[in-house]
């Protein structure tokens, strides 16, 4: 046998126990799939497992959310459906997609699919097809155009799906150009699935999302938003970026990314500003998995690792002698990040968490060697609120110097501010720092309706307990009064 004949057996050897361990993956949820696919074979009709539950069952990671599709159209399957399921539902029957529920299991059941698109919009024509293989021929990916068919089992790969699976490869069943023509949302999915699955792109993947990527404007910044939520949530989202950015869908997405690829000269020597806030990502991912590592991927995090840096370019100043100052590229940052992410339509607590944290992540570098205040340690605390975990994880995350002296010596002032944050806190509840009086108590002290004196006086009292801690109602009563006759206004009984 020749070395490419044992090669081409290996191949086909892996392929065949790939599809073996798919089945295997199968028939833990067997009572369900194998129901529904009988079901349908005793009416006449072909049922597929099919998509990204085929793709999950080869990594041995099937859930409990199954796809499939059938020649069977919508008003049959929903037939079908009665009387099996627990719940159904028909919010995509319009597409020819119905959702049931059963001991446990959602199912989603779509007629084959041959749709047409205008490859101006993104949204097809929908028509229903009448074949297995013409309805994989129009998925995204490959390593999604594989099928089972049920109750047979017996797999279908028309694409090379399986072969690109083992060989951890991102390509497309038509062309990508016909692919990406069709749905340029599907250049995005590529980068999501880069960053989910760990796959690389094919260079011909790669060379169509390049020389096509201003196609992207034809989708919605809704459905922007997500794909890319998504990609940064995966469990190599790095990988993911890099893609958006070589490949130039990033500068019709998120512009501000390439735009930090500074240039560097001989003369004016600064860190990579894109480099770097890749790194950052990578090292707030590491601190969010070491502190919980069943958690939830946190995208609040990860937007504002990723953006932390965005107002360098528009702060640069050379300085003589051969510096670099970005002066301020924290405020100027935290601003051009709520304007992007206000433009991909995140959701109003997203954008002022992402946004605040930008804004806050240089506070810690006036920290030097502990020499702040108890007043400063509890004034960051106050303006990190509930943030102040994952500013903890942005800041640790930021120290990318190659210098270990100046790396452990930054990692041991956090430390030590911890620590302080951590004393103070047990002293004085600072995660409920208010002023000593509330704004009852003011009104009855100073005789006064609601109104701006009200916040006025409930503000000087909280910079107050900001600077000297908590202090004896007495105290605070004197406070005010003293505060109040600087205003003007008459303090009763005085």
């Given at each position: ?8 057996s290996?191949?086909?050897?892996s392929?065949?126990e790939a599809q073996?361990?798919?089945v295997?993956e199968l028939?833990?949820v067997?009572p369900?799939?194998e129901?529904l696919?009988?079901?349908?074979a ?11 539950s085929?793709r999950d069952?080869?990594?041995?990671r099937?859930?409990?959310?199954l ?8 008003e049959?399957?929903?037939d ?6 627990e ?7 319009q ?13 989603e ?11 101006v ?16 021929v129009?998925r ?10 049920l ?8 694409h090379g ?7 951890e ?9 016909e692919?990406?023509?069709?749905d ?11 960053s989910?699955?760990g796959?690389?792109p ?5 060379k ?6 201003a ?10 938003q ?5 990609l940064?949530c ?10 958006l950015?070589e490949s130039?869908l ?9 735009a930090?690829?500074?240039?560097i ?5 600064h860190?990579d500003v ?5 790194t950052?990502l ?5 601190l969010?998995?070491a ?11 990860r937007l ?9 370019p528009?702060?640069?100043r ?17 601003k ?5 992410l206000?433009a ?14 930008v ?31 994952r ?14 002296r100046?790396a452990?010596?930054l990692q041991?002032?956090y430390?030590?501010l911890e ?21 009852n ?14 916040g006025?006086?409930w ?8 600077d000297?801690g908590?202090m ?14 600087e205003q ?5 009984g005085q």
């Open positions: 046998m020749s070395t490419k004949q044992h090669a081409g290996g191949q086909q050897s392929e065949r073996r361990n798919a295997v028939i833990k067997a369900i799939a129901e696919g009988e079901r349908f005793d009416a006449g009709h072909r049922l597929y497992l099919v998509g990204g085929v069952a080869l990594l041995g099937l859930g409990t959310d796809d499939f599709t059938t020649d069977a159209r919508p049959q399957v929903r079908l459906l009665a009387g099996w399921a719940t159904t539902w028909d919010t995509g029957i597409f020819g997609t119905l959702g049931a529920y059963r001991h446990g299991t959602t199912v059941i779509t007629t084959f699919r041959a749709d047409r698109y205008d490859r919009g993104r949204n097809p024509e929908v028509a229903f097809g009448d074949t297995i293989e013409g309805d994989l129009r995204d990916f490959t390593v999604n155009a594989m099928a089972i068919q109750p047979e089992r017996s797999f279908v790969d028309l799906g399986m072969a690109d699976l083992l060989a490869r991102l390509d497309t069943p038509a062309t990508p150009e692919s990406f023509a069709d340029p949302l599907r250049m995005l999915r590529a980068a999501r699935f880069v989910q699955l796959f690389a094919s260079e011909r993947v790669v169509a999302m390049t020389e096509m990527s196609e992207i404007t034809r989708i919605t910044p809704e459905r922007v997500v794909e890319l939520s998504k940064l995966g469990r190599f989202p790095r990988r993911g970026v890099e893609l950015v130039g990033a500068d019709h997405v998120l512009p501000e990314v390439p930090m690829k500074l240039e000269d001989e003369h004016h020597q860190k894109y480099r770097h806030s890749l950052v990578d090292q707030a991912i590491d969010e998995r502190a919980d590592p069943d958690a939830e991927p946190d995208l609040v995090l504002a690792a990723l953006l932390h840096d965005i107002g360098k528009a702060t640069r050379f300085e003589s002698g051969g510096g670099v100052s970005f002066h301020h590229h924290e405020v100027v940052g935290a051009m990040t709520r304007k992007r206000r991909l339509r995140y959701p109003k607590d997203v954008i002022n968490q992402v946004s605040d944290l804004f806050l992540h240089l506070r810690f570098h006036g920290y030097s060697d502990g020499q702040w205040t108890d007043s400063a340690v509890r004034r960051y605390v106050n303006d990190a609120g509930p943030l102040l975990p500013l903890h994880k942005l800041v640790r995350a930021d120290c990318t110097t190659r210098n270990k100046k452990n010596a041991r002032a430390d030590d620590e302080r944050i951590d004393r103070i806190a047990a002293e004085e509840d600072l995660a409920k720092v208010r002023p000593d009086l509330d704004g108590e003011i009104m009855n002290l100073l005789g006064v309706e609601p109104g701006p004196v009200v006025k006086a503000k000087h009292l909280k910079e107050l307990r900001l000297r908590p004896s109602r007495e105290e605070a009563v004197e406070e005010l009064h003293r505060w109040a006759r003007g206004i008459e303090v009763p």
